[in-house]
């Protein structure tokens, strides 16, 4: 093969092992017209950007995020002022100067069935979670590493990343994996 050739090939396994599919049951009274939808947000959990969303069926969700960044005005700094995030406990270090947005998962009523949230469609805060941890993800714009107290420790690539993290004595912060299934409880 020549190195032209390669260079599409390359890019083609780059993209696809930046890749992020989230894959869930959902617990409690799902209507027929319920969403899973990914949001980026704002350091203060303010909903930014839907970056993805999917119906509910059969009480289960694929989720699948692209491998694109999200918008500008979706990024910040990351800051040890304004990481806000599970687990996390001062004193924190960043190991390098990054853009990152932090993903929060919705569920929200398709009212008018058009596959997309509009305005009058609430959001409701859901968490993913397993045995092992909640999930918690976020992008950032280049490697770097996140450490605070209590042991937490997230060492994030370039891209999407999705860690389970469970909150003890100590933190843990373990890889989130494709083939995870993460439950989410509807309120009641």
Do not use: C, H
């Amino acid at each position: 093969m020549t190195p032209r050739a390669l260079l599409p090939l390359t890019l083609l396994l780059a993209a696809q092992a930046s890749a992020l599919t989230i894959q869930g049951t959902v617990e409690g009274a799902a209507s027929s017209d319920l969403r899973v939808a990914a949001v980026v947000v704002n350091p203060f959990g303010q909903a930014v950007q839907e970056v993805s969303s999917v119906p509910v069926e059969g009480g289960r969700f694929r989720l699948e995020l692209p491998t694109t960044a999200p918008t500008a005005r979706a990024q910040v700094t990351l800051t040890p002022q304004n990481v806000n995030w599970p687990g996390v406990i001062d004193p924190i270090q960043v190991s390098t100067q990054a853009q990152v947005a932090e993903l929060k998962f919705f569920t929200y009523r398709d009212l008018n069935n058009n596959g997309r949230r509009d305005e009058n469609e609430a959001l409701r805060d859901v968490t993913p979670e397993t045995t092992r941890g909640n999930l918690f993800v976020a992008w950032v714009n280049t490697d770097v590493t996140v450490k605070a107290n209590r042991g937490y420790e997230a060492m994030f690539k370039r891209g999407w990343n999705a860690f389970l993290v469970d909150v003890g004595r100590a933190v843990k912060v373990q890889p989130f994996t494709d083939t995870t299934v993460v439950t989410v409880r509807l309120a009641r």
